[in-house]
C-alpha cells in the first residue's frame, strides 16, 4: 500500500479510488502515511536535520516548482515537532543527534504531515523506550480520532491491542481473527501456529497470566476501518 513495491495480486482503493502500487509519490497523493519497518534505512536521512525529514513528504505543498520558502517549512517543522513530543534543540539539529525513540518520533511526523486518509504502521514502536512507545500509539489514537484509517503489521502485540480487528497471516494467507478484546495466550497460539484460526477472543486466559513467547514465526496484522 504504500507504494513501497508492487503485490503479487489483489488491489486496494481509497475513498473508491483505486490505490497505484509501486509508486511512492502517488500513494502520497491519494493519501497514504507510512512509517515503515526499519528507520535506519527507510526512515530517515540522517545527512539531514530534523525539520528536513519532518517535512520531506509535503515540500510540493509548502512551495512551488521546487522553491520551499525557509520560513514555512520551519513553521510546519515546529508545530510537528511539538505535537509529536519530539525532544530536539529545534528543526535544525541534525536527525542523527535525537535518541531512538525522538528518531522514531520524526518518523511517525513525516507520516502524518499530510494529514493522509490512512496510517499504514509497520513495526512503529521497534527499538523505542517505554515512554516513546506510549507517545507513539497515542498519537496514532489521536490520527484514529480524527477519521484516518489504520493499518499496524507488527509482532509486538502492544501495538495490536488498540486494534479493532487483528489478522495473523503466514505466507500472504490469513490463518486466524480475532476482535478486539482478545486475550494474548490465545493470539500468541495462533502466531506460533498452536490454533489454527481465531477464537474470536473468547475465554478467560490462564491462571497464571499471559506469557511472552520468543519471536513469532508468523506476523500478526491489525487493522482499524
Known amino acids: 500500500m504504500p507504494g513501497c513495491g508492487p503485490p503479487r495480486s489483489g488491489t486496494a482503493s481509497v475513498l473508491g479510488r483505486p490505490l497505484p502500487f509501486g509508486d511512492v509519490a502517488a500513494t502520497l497523493r491519494a493519501g497514504i502515511g507510512c512509517v515503515p519497518r526499519d528507520r535506519h534505512e527507510q526512515g530517515l536521512v540522517f545527512g539531514m536535520t530534523v525539520g528536513d525529514n519532518a517535512t520531506l ?29 519530539i525532544r ?5 539539529q541534525p536527525v542523527s543527534g535525537l535518541s531512538g525513540g525522538n528518531a522514531q518520533k520524526v ?10 486518509k490512512a496510517l499504514v504502521l509497520v513495526n512503529p514502536t521497534a527499538g523505542v523506550d517505554v515512554r516513546s512507545k506510549e507517545s507513539l500509539l497515542a498519537r496514532v489514537d489521536s490520527a484514529r480520532e480524527d477519521g484516518t484509517a489504520v493499518l499496524v503489521v507488527s509482532d ?39 490454533a489454527g484460526e481465531g477464537d474470536e477472543g473468547a475465554g478467560p486466559p490462564p491462571p497464571d497470566g499471559p506469557t511472552t513467547p520468543a519471536p513469532p514465526h508468523r506476523s500478526p496484522e491489525g487493522k482499524r476501518p
Open 156 to 194: 509486538e502485540l502492544d501495538d495490536l491491542r488498540r486494534c479493532d480487528r487483528v489478522l495473523v497471516l503466514f505466507h500472504g494467507r490469513v490463518t486466524a481473527a480475532f476482535p478486539a478484546g482478545w486475550h494474548d495466550h490465545r493470539l500468541i497460539a495462533a502466531i506460533e501456529g498452536v
Open 88 to 92: 530536539t534543540e529545534g528543526p535544525a
Open 107 to 116: 518518523v511517525m511526523a513525516r507520516a502524518l504531515a499530510s494529514d493522509p
Open 57 to 85: 513528504g509535503v515540500l510540493d505543498r509548502l512551495g512551488r516548482y521546487g522553491f520551499v520558502p525557509p520560513a514555512r517549512k520551519r513553521a510546519l517543522a515546529t508545530a510537528l515537532i511539538e505535537r509529536l513530543g
